[in-house]
C-alpha cells in the first residue's frame, strides 16, 4: 500500500470549531485539491495548550523588540512560552510530515504579514509563535498560508516542493 504524504493543517481549516469565538475557517478548495493525494494532520496549537473555546483572542505584541503572543482583553495573559513548548513537544509528530498548510494572519499560526502591535499601532511584520518554531526546527519542509494556497503558481510551487520533501523523508 502506497504511503501519501503527511501534510500538517490548521485544523480550523478542516472545519474544526476551534478558533477563538468557537468558529472555524474550513476550506473547501485546500480540501478538494489535496484529500485524494494527502493525508492532512491536524493541530491547533492554542487548543492543544489548554485555552478553551471560545476563548479571549489574542495578539502579537513588540514587547521591547521581543515578539509575544499577549491577551487583547487581558495584557497579563501570555501564552508565548507555552506555544513554543507545545511546538517542542510535538516534534516528532511533526518529523514525518512533508510540508504544512498554516492559517493565515493567525497570532499562532500566521507565516508572515501577521498584524504585531507595537504600541501605538499595528503593523504587518510578524510570524505566529507556533509557527516559527515549526519553520525553524524544520527549515527545509515546505510551508504555505490558506492565501498562499490560492495563487496557482505559489500552489504548484508548494506542492512540487511537498513531494520532494517527501522523497528525502521515504529514502
Not at 8 to 26: A, F, H, P, T
Not at 35 to 47: H, K
Not at 144 to 168: A, G, M, P, R
Amino acid at each position: 500500500m502506497k504511503c501519501l504524504p503527511k501534510l500538517g493543517i490548521s485544523s480550523c481549516l478542516l472545519g474544526e470549531n476551534v478558533r477563538y469565538d468557537g468558529k472555524n475557517k474550513k476550506d473547501e478548495f485546500i480540501l478538494q485539491k489535496l484529500l485524494t493525494d494527502f493525508e492532512l494532520v491536524p493541530f491547533c496549537p492554542e487548543v492543544a495548550i489548554g485555552m478553551g473555546i471560545p476563548r479571549p483572542p489574542v495578539h502579537l505584541v513588540d514587547a521591547e523588540g521581543e515578539i509575544r503572543s499577549i491577551g487583547i482583553d487581558n495584557p497579563d495573559q501570555d501564552i508565548t512560552v507555552p506555544l513554543k513548548e507545545y511546538a517542542d513537544q510535538i516534534h516528532e509528530h511533526l518529523a514525518d510530515l512533508s510540508g504544512y498548510i498554516f492559517k493565515s494572519k493567525s497570532p499562532s499560526c500566521g507565516i508572515n504579514q501577521v498584524k504585531v502591535w507595537t504600541g501605538q499601532e499595528y503593523q504587518l511584520i510578524g510570524q505566529g509563535i507556533f509557527s516559527k518554531a515549526i519553520i525553524q526546527s524544520f527549515p527545509d519542509m515546505p510551508v504555505i498560508d490558506e492565501q498562499q494556497f490560492k495563487d496557482v503558481l505559489l500552489l504548484q510551487q508548494f506542492l512540487k516542493n511537498v513531494k520532494k520533501y517527501h522523497s528525502t523523508l521515504t529514502n
